[in-house]
């Protein structure tokens, strides 16, 4: 590729040589054209010269030629002039006596003189009469008779070789001039080209390293002509460029932070089905490794799309599945491009397995505390019609009736009591007294207070402790009334001579309480789910024991009122583990 210096040389070169050849051409054949006038001026001078000194003498040229001795005639006239008769034979000749045969006259100008008309020509080459070859400037001019006849020729030569010479040199020095010239225009050019070219050059490099993302570099402007003017926009432009690329790089960076702190995941598609862009949280939801290389077909299918490869964006529905344990919602919004046809689709997915989970746990809330008031409203309507059928008669009978009446009664009024216990955490409406207590003289007093009742049941309650002062600030009776659920949890289910062993530690910023003991133990796969309300690991005996299947939910939530934690081990047929987590400093948020 010619680079536009060069382009510019060889045109300013081009545009000189036209110039100076045709100056030169032109100046070459003026000079000729004049030297070659001049010439044949001073031909037709002498001519004239001879002819009125031949016609005003003699009437006829055959008298001149009988008296061509005349001395003062012939040394008058110096010019090499001759007389040519028409067998073009010299009869006369200024400079050369013998008359000699001269066959250079068969030319155009003796043959026009002949025919009665003057003519001249410049450049014919021929000898001299030493045999010289020579370039002449000739002139021939009839000699008319008395009567009007053509006879004879006077025939004028003159050496032109002067005129050819000097055109020679004439043309040596412009063919000189020329060459200075391209060579001055060579030099000249390349100077003005580089003028015009350098600061484009630099604008072209500056171009490719913009485009290279080098915006920081600014061109230097030193001119104020219109390339100057071009540096300066291009400098200004730069800064604008600069100001723009930062500022959707800000907004891009926004972008991009937005997307990935985002809980739901986002894919957005082309028209070809390639991934235009994914957050991270796309492959988790969609348990797929690699999700900027899965093309749109194979989301579509793991999405449960039907005729994946063959639907149309824009037909594309809301769908919610199932992957693994999650529950996934996606939503299909199709873009269009400026013709209005679909470019593409952002697909955005939801976790909603939460959502799922507690709509779950309140259909099952509502199942199960219908069937909890429904089971004791259930035996108090039939004891009661039992009663009214004449029951009351029998004394006995009436009073284990009654009896049972009141023990479902009060059974419902624990259940009713908890649900607005719950109601009252879950809303943050119930009033904690907090307060500074040592919080090893409430577990000591709690464990005293049960073992009294586990001697009654042959079973014991064992305390230790490893330091003396456990200071924390918490509400006291509703911390007894977690400790309570758990110790009589832990009598309950335990057989005959069961061991429950109590103890607390310290460790980092809290305290650990731990309630062992050895009774049947939890299944595995029962144990998650030991602090949801009314979930029971033995329905039937929790029941057939009074519990409501709400003590641990209520012992949770209280725990996390007081910014603790309360988790289980268990070993099933060995017993189990609750422990107690309190944080030394209230200000103190303990992880799971």
Request: charged share 25%; aromatic share 6%.
């Amino acid at each position: 590729m010619v680079s536009i210096r060069w382009k510019l040389v060889i045109m300013y070169i081009a545009l000189v040589f036209i110039v100076m050849i045709a100056s030169g051409t032109f100046m070459a054949a003026s000079i000729y054209t004049n030297e070659k006038q001049k010439a044949e001026d001073d031909l037709k001078g002498v001519a004239r010269m001879v002819e009125d000194q031949i016609l005003s003498n003699y009437p006829n040229i055959a008298d001149f030629l009988a008296e061509t001795q005349d001395e003062q005639f012939t040394h008058a006239m110096t010019e090499d002039w001759s007389i040519i008769n028409s067998s073009m034979r010299t009869v006369y000749n200024s400079l050369v006596s013998d008359m000699i045969r001269l066959p250079q006259f068969k030319t155009t100008v003796f043959a026009m003189a002949l025919s009665g008309a003057a003519e001249t020509g410049v450049g014919r080459s021929y000898p001299n009469a030493d045999g010289v070859i020579k370039r002449w400037a000739e002139f021939a001019k009839p000699l008319k008779n008395a009567d009007g006849t053509v006879d004879y020729v006077l025939y004028i030569r003159k050496d032109a070789g002067y005129i050819f010479d000097n055109m020679t040199q004439i043309v040596r020095t412009i063919t000189l001039a020329v060459l200075m010239a391209l060579i001055s225009t060579l030099v000249i050019g390349i100077l003005f080209a580089n003028t015009l070219t350098s600061p484009i050059a630099v604008l072209t490099r500056k171009a490719k390293e913009f485009a290279e993302g080098k915006l920081d570099q600014v061109v230097s402007v030193n001119a104020k002509d219109e390339i100057g003017q071009l540096t300066e926009s291009f400098n200004n432009m730069a800064k604008d460029l600069t100001r723009t690329l930062s500022d959707m790089e800000s907004e891009k960076n926004k972008l991009e932070i937005v997307l990935y702190n985002m809980t739901d995941g986002v894919v957005a598609y082309d028209a070809s089905g390639k991934v235009v862009h994914a957050n991270h949280i796309c492959a988790e939801l969609l348990d797929l490794s690699d999700i900027e290389s899965v093309p749109l077909t194979e989301v579509l299918t793991h999405l449960g799309i039907e005729n994946a490869e063959s639907v149309e964006l824009s037909n594309l529905r809301d769908a919610t599945l199932s992957i693994g344990e999650r529950y996934i919602h996606a939503t299909f919004n199709a873009y269009n491009n400026k013709d209005n046809v679909p470019d593409g689709v952002i697909i955005v997915l939801q976790d909603i397995t939460k959502h799922m989970k507690l709509d779950n746990m309140r259909k099952e809330f509502v199942a199960n505390v219908s069937h909890e008031i429904r089971t004791p409203l259930t035996t108090i309507k039939s004891y009661t019609e039992t009663l009214i059928d004449g029951a009351l008669d029998e004394h006995t009978l009436a009073t284990n009736f009654l009896q049972t009446i009141n023990t479902e009664a009060d059974r419902m009024t624990r259940i009713v009591k908890d649900l607005l216990e719950l109601s009252q955490l879950d809303n943050n409406k119930m009033e904690l007294h907090f307060q500074p207590v040592n919080l090893v003289e409430l577990v000591r007093t709690n464990a005293e207070r049960h073992a009294v009742t586990a001697a009654r049941l042959h079973r014991t309650v064992n305390f230790t402790t490893e330091t003396e002062d456990m200071p924390v600030e918490i509400d006291p009776e509703r911390i007894n009334q977690v400790l309570n659920n758990i110790v009589s949890n832990s009598l309950k289910y335990s057989g005959e001579n069961a061991v429950v062993n109590i103890l607390l530690e310290e460790a980092g910023h809290y305290y650990r309480v731990y309630v062992k003991d050895n009774g049947m133990g939890i299944p595995k796969e029962d144990l998650r789910r030991i602090f949801e309300r009314f979930y029971r690991v033995d329905k039937a005996r929790s029941r057939q024991l009074g519990g409501t299947g709400l003590g641990l939910s209520i012992a949770k939530e209280i725990m996390e009122a007081h910014g603790g934690k309360i988790s289980a081990s268990s070993e099933l047929g060995r017993g189990t583990t609750m422990i107690l987590r309190f944080p030394k400093d209230a200000s103190i948020q303990l992880e799971d």
